[in-house]
């Protein structure tokens, strides 16, 4: 697959884009992990990254987060310049990462990994109210409000990792594999959740490898490959393209 | 290769050669570095390679010491080199079993706990050799040395420093080129997955921490006839553990040069520099240390290692004793 | 303590820094060079730096009280080069060495017998002299060294005079028990101290080993207290003389004597306890009060008023010490009329036999003080004050005994 | 005929050897709990530790000898002042070699302070044994035959007031949930928004304020100097290892165990044995539990 121009991706013509990556780079003590990350998240939209292992994905994610500090390249919010805001001002700013891997704080229990979801300001004053809405949307935590993190299923531990995550009041959700290592049930409740909250109003950050499912619900896609994006389109464009479906669909 | 050879006789030559180009008070100094650099190379074993801090290695320098003391004097040999070398075999020995002995259960210990469980069996070590009444470490013991005719004692332990500290050496050399050395090695990169892949730790662990025990208690054995008379407190000392630790770092942990480079500038900087200092040269070592992390975070070597250099021996990579 | 000798004890070291550069400085034709280590720093400082303060003061005073010293019809000026040994053995060597090597014939000693021994060694191969008061190991002084002297008799004969003293009470104790560091000189002297008691028909009840650092005795008065014995003798540091005498105070634990070698005398003793040290005996191997007196300095008590109106770190019997071994120096090169002769200088120092400001200057055969001569004197603080109760010919004061129980003391 | 009541000489001596053993338990916890945090939480083994307790033995005995502040009132200034120090020091200094470098980098950053500071404290207050005296440091209450000093019985009221204090402030304020969420999962913290060197100045600082305040509260129980800073340290390291990592109940526990441990060695083995027993019951619990006997307060993750 040829490399996307950057201008193909266009970032000024999105006037809807409420976050852009404009040509990221990252190495990891001079092993490259990202050369050229370029793509647009539209305001309201479910945008998925896909890519193979070692793409780049994560990398690029945590620079949108501000946990890790690019080596080349901008990040706009808004048409701001963050590029250089550590991870817990992002959050204030209303992104959240919801990081690969769950992380969630094992000898904490379920209600106090939801309160430290809601350390930034934006949204220490809907705290009780967030924390309803948390566990309205999964019951399973609300019965589990005072058991320890690390006690839980993986499964329940990705609910918590999103519920910690919505805490933080965000406009922008950023998921990084949420359906790694867990069951077809689970998984789909997941997905059907990110359908929700996207309904809610929240922009959502997509990053699977997953990526059939990803795809039936992304209204755009960006392709990662060896650290730079290759291919964008609609989910459904992409889904349907013989490249992508040979790289990750089995080639049907 | 012969290269290799011709430096190295080089550098043997230098060796033999140089005391008869320094006044005494240099030839201790050059002494007390072949000892000290010779210490930081038998605690790197564990300590680089292996990724296994000790914190404790002082241990092994009074195990010796009193061993090979206790030795001689039981069996009444006579002062001279062969009681010198009895000695400072017994005391290598010795050394050698006590490890080998606790090297099992010490070594399932990882990180911060074994360098903890090190220190602690320093400290145990070092109560009982002053308190139990049998090992005299309280009043201190006596080791003679019987001098060949017309050598003075800082030139003749200037000889048996530098044999040992060669030694020490080509020992490493040879730990770190074997398979044996890229056991240790795959230790410290990841000891769970070294394991599964079929890597014996456990008997790489406990032959390791024996090497470097036996290194040490040689060391520590000729440090105390070097001395004469010592108590408990003249060889059971955290800072002999503390240095050997320090001068790996600042050298480069893990390399064969990084403790003998790191040895030298801080020897260079404490005895000669920083030694006439009087009130100030604890303030100054301190100054130089934090000085040397904040700059050379790979230590000297990492400084002229270059970036391969610092991908495979960086603190990083040796940092698991949190 | 109140303010003003808070703010002067604390501020006495920085005082003091920049004269340590100066002594080294002034070097003229006709010198004297003294030289060695002193612990400043590590385990050994307290101790080490009193003997330090006391070879300043001494060279101090020779250089600007008396102009130098006349030697052979010269004024020769002293000059001294010490350095930290950090207490370390291995450093102390290696500094020592060094001086050897420029040249340096008169060396004064560390403090602790771990230093003194290795660095003695390498002076007396070197065929140099050393004067030291801070080494009492028995060892020292018996392998056979001719260039080694020390102000006090070796440990194990340190205990001479005090067990002479008790023989002077009335009413006579019966019973002792000792508490001692676990170190080689506190160890040695309170062996040889209980062996001699023994003899002289004293029952030593229990000797009871302690730590180097200890934080907590409790336990050790609770088997005073469970012994009761007449006379408890402690051989300990300073710190931990404090600490048994505090929390003897607060458990209320009373003996008819407490005989403390190293703590009753020093300013932070009487800091901590206040009034509770009075009616502590300790050791002293001088005391300003001695009627003593010699051709430098003048008396015991002019050497104090020196040192206080020129030092104003709190003075011990360790700068006299210190500053004795540089007058046991000088005496013996006036002897001999040169100060390079070490020969000459090393059999003067064997064969003297000369009243000081110290005390009577004579060491045995062997280098270590005379231990009747040069042993030490035993003090009893008495309201506030350290007064001289043994040696009865020095005595400035009677024994109090049976000392009053603690809560009576005033 | 012996009354029944009363109890023999035997069982009074274990009964006093007990008391002792737990207040001197009391004091050792005191002065290991800030240790205990920043080991817990940020994986630092501070060898400044020391330092700080000794440093406020000096400072609670400039604020009694100039100003007749008493000791125990003088750990609240002391606490507070040494909470700020603690702050720029992790962040000016240690937070910048572990950055640079890495996290063992940072024992060698604690080791070079800790001699340098070590060498001004003895420039500045001279290497001479130091007490703070104030009026009630001679009294004693007594049952029966049992003794036990004031001091010290007011050092053990004041640690257990101190590690409730903690053990408060971690499980019950945001502040607290911060500093443990931070220490177990310092990515995610960051995530949710937390200020993770912020928060870890804070810790660091929070451990120092500990530290030096018990330093306070040591300076009258016992004599110091700038050369029993390593005592601290190394005791410190004992009692949270016994006790586990983090916890205020790990540090009172193994402060307890410590002391009752070093007493009853004291008492029946002799006081010079006590050193040789407190590591090998150190290295034996390494071997059997490393974990502690709490555990780790900020989970497995460290």
């Known amino acids: ?252 | 290769m012969t290269m290799r050879i011709f430096l190295l006789l080089g550098t043997l030559i230098v060796i033999v050669l140089l005391p008869q180009f320094l006044a005494p008070f240099h030839i201790r100094v050059v002494q007390l570095f072949f000892f000290t650099a010779a210490l930081a190379l038998a605690w790197n074993v564990m300590g680089g390679l292996a990724g296994y801090w000790s914190f404790g290695h002082t241990v092994f320098i009074g195990m010796g010491a009193f061993a090979a003391a206790h030795f001689v004097a039981k069996l009444g040999l006579p002062a001279g080199p062969l009681q010198m070398i009895a000695g400072i075999v017994f005391g290598a020995l010795f050394c050698g079993i006590v490890a080998a002995i606790i090297a099992y259960p010490i070594l399932r210990l990882r990180g911060i706990y074994f360098a903890i469980a090190m220190l602690g069996i320093g400290q145990v070590a070092a109560e009982l050799a002053n308190n139990v009444g049998w090992f005299q470490g309280d009043v201190g013991l006596f080791l003679e040395t019987a001098l060949p005719d017309g050598v003075e004692p800082e030139r003749f332990f200037y000889y048996v420093f530098a044999g040992l500290f060669l030694f020490t050496w080509m020992v490493s050399l040879v730990v770190m080129r074997s398979r044996f050395g890229y056991g240790l090695l795959a230790i410290r990169e990841d000891e769970d997955t070294a394991k599964m892949l079929g890597v014996p730790t456990e008997q790489i662990k406990a032959f390791g921490f024996t090497i470097s025990a036996v290194l040490v208690g040689m060391l520590g054995a000729t440090y105390a006839y070097s001395l004469g008379y010592f108590t408990a407190s003249s060889v059971f000392r955290i800072d002999f553990s503390l240095n050997m630790i320090i001068y790996c770092l600042i050298g480069g942990i893990g390399t064969l040069a990084g403790p003998v480079v790191g040895a030298a500038l801080m020897l260079l900087l404490t005895q000669i520099i920083l030694g006439q200092l009087l009130e100030l040269h604890l303030l100054a070592t301190g100054l130089v240390v934090i000085l040397i992390v904040l700059t050379l975070p790979n230590g000297v070597m990492g400084l002229v290692g270059g970036e391969a250099f610092r991908r495979r021996f960086s603190m990083r990579a040796g940092g698991k004793a949190r | 303590m109140d303010r003003r000798s808070f703010l002067k004890a604390t501020g006495s070291s920085v005082v003091l820094a920049p004269a340590v550069f100066s002594s080294q400085a002034n070097a003229q034709d006709a010198t004297i060079q003294f030289a060695g280590s002193v612990p400043m720093t590590g385990a050994a400082s307290e101790t080490g730096l009193n003997v330090k303060f006391g070879y300043d003061c001494a060279v101090k005073f020779i250089n600007e009280k008396m102009g130098g010293v006349d030697i052979g019809g010269k004024k020769h000026r002293v000059t001294l080069n010490l350095f930290d040994d950090a207490s370390d053995p291995a450093r102390a060597t290696s500094l020592i060495q060094k001086q050897v090597d420029e040249g340096v014939n008169f060396f004064l000693g560390s403090f602790g017998s771990n230093i003194v021994l290795p660095t003695c060694a390498i002076t007396e191969a070197a065929g140099r002299i050393m004067v030291q008061a801070g080494g009492g190991s028995d060892l020292i002084f018996t392998q056979g060294r001719r260039r080694v002297f020390g102000l006090f008799p070796r440990a194990s004969r340190q205990f001479a005079s005090t067990a002479a003293m008790f023989k002077t009470l009335n009413p006579q104790p019966q019973t002792v028990m000792f508490i001692y560091t676990n170190d080689a000189f506190s160890k040695v002297s309170a062996e040889g101290a209980s062996k001699e008691l023994e003899a002289a028909g004293y029952k030593v009840l229990n000797s009871i080993a302690l730590p180097a650092q200890v934080s907590d005795v409790t336990d050790a008065l609770g088997t005073v207290r469970a012994a009761n014995p007449d006379i408890l003798v402690c051989s300990t540091h300073d710190a931990t003389s404090i600490l048994i005498a505090r929390q003897m105070v607060a458990t209320n634990t009373n003996v008819k004597m407490l005989y403390q070698t190293l703590g009753p005398q020093t300013a932070a003793y009487v800091e901590a306890l206040g009034k509770y040290a009075n009616g502590v005996v300790g050791a002293s191997y001088w005391d300003e009060n001695a009627k003593y007196k010699g051709s430098i300095f003048g008396s015991a008590k002019d050497f104090a008023e020196y040192y206080r109106a020129n030092f104003n770190r709190p003075l011990t019997y360790h700068m006299a010490s210190g500053a004795g071994c540089i007058v046991a120096y000088v005496e013996a090169m006036k002897k001999v009329g040169n100060v390079t002769d070490r020969n000459a200088i090393r059999d003067a120092l064997a064969g003297l036999d000369l009243e000081t400001f110290y005390g009577r200057i004579k060491f045995t055969s062997q280098g270590d003080g005379d231990p009747v001569l040069l042993g030490p004197m035993v003090v009893q603080r008495q309201k506030g004050d350290l007064a001289v109760v043994y040696p009865t010919e020095a005595a400035t004061a009677p024994t109090l005994y049976p000392a009053l129980p603690w809560q009576d003391r005033t | 005929m012996r009354d029944p009541h009363f109890p023999d000489r035997q069982a009074m001596l274990i009964i006093q050897t007990a008391l002792n053993g737990l207040v001197l338990g009391g004091v050792y916890s005191l002065a290991a709990v800030g240790f205990s945090l920043i080991f817990g939480a940020l994986g630092i083994v501070n060898l400044t530790h020391g330092i700080f307790v000794i440093c406020g033995a000096y400072a609670a005995m400039v604020l009694f000898h100039v100003f007749g502040i008493d000791p125990f009132l003088a750990t609240v200034p002391v606490a507070i002042a040494f909470f700020f120090i603690g702050y720029a020091y992790q962040r000016g200094l240690i937070q910048v070699a572990i950055s640079r470098a890495s996290l063992v980098a940072s024992l060698l950053v604690t080791f070079g302070v800790a001699l340098i500071m070590r060498n001004l404290l003895q420039l500045v207050f001279s290497p001479d044994v130091r007490t703070i005296t104030p009026s009630y440091s001679f009294s004693s209450l007594t049952f029966g035959s049992l003794r036990i000093d004031i001091v010290r019985l007011i050092a053990v009221l004041v640690s257990i007031v101190f590690l409730l204090l903690m053990a408060l402030v971690l499980s019950k304020t945001a502040f607290g949930r911060r500093i443990r969420a931070t220490a177990q999962q310092p990515l995610a913290a960051n995530l949710s928004g937390v200020n993770v060197p912020h928060v870890l100045g804070q810790t660091f600082g929070l451990g120092a304020a500990f530290a030096a305040a018990s330093g306070a509260v040591l300076g009258i129980v016992q004599p110091f100097s700038p050369s029993s800073e390593d005592f601290w340290t190394l005791n410190a390291f004992i009692v949270v290892v016994l006790g586990g990592v983090g916890s205020p109940s790990g540090a009172l526990l193994g402060g307890i165990l410590l002391g009752l441990i070093s007493s009853f060695t004291a008492q029946f083995i002799g006081p010079s044995y006590t050193n040789a027993v407190m590591f090998l019951v150190l290295v034996i619990m390494l071997l059997i539990r490393p974990q502690g006997l709490l555990g780790s307060a900020f989970g497995e993750s460290r």
């Open chain 1, 1 to 252: 697959m040829a490399p996307v121009k950057t201008e193909m991706v266009g970032v000024e013509m999105s006037m809807d884009a409420v976050l852009v990556a404009d040509s990221l780079r990252y190495a990891y003590r001079g092993v490259p992990a990202a050369t050229d990350i370029s793509f647009t998240l539209a305001q309201g939209s479910i945008t998925a990254l896909i890519g193979a292992n070692g793409a780049g994905k994560t990398t690029s994610v945590k620079m949108l987060a501000g946990a890790l500090l690019p080596d080349g390249g901008r990040i706009l919010y808004d048409g701001n310049d963050v590029t250089r805001l550590p991870a817990h001002e992002v959050v204030e700013l209303g992104v959240t990462l919801v990081p690969e891997g769950r992380l969630v704080f094992p000898a904490l229990t379920v209600r106090e990994n939801l309160q430290i979801g809601a350390t930034a300001r934006r949204a220490s004053a809907d705290l009780d109210r967030n924390m309803e809405r948390t566990f309205d949307l999964f019951p399973r935590l609300a019965e589990r409000r005072d058991q320890y993190a690390g006690t839980m299923s993986g499964g329940e531990q990705q609910m918590l990792a999103i519920g910690r995550g919505l805490m933080a009041n965000p406009r922008v959700l950023i998921l990084d594999e949420p359906s790694l290592g867990l069951s077809p049930k689970i998984v789909a409740q997941i997905f059907a959740l990110v359908k929700r909250l996207n309904g809610e109003g929240i922009s959502i950050l997509l990053v699977e490898q997953n990526v059939n499912q990803a795809l039936a619900i992304a209204q755009f896609a960006f392709v990662l490959e060896k650290g730079r994006v290759v291919k964008s389109g609609s989910g459904a464009a992409l889904m349907k393209d013989p490249a992508v479906r040979e790289a990750f669909l089995g080639g049907l």
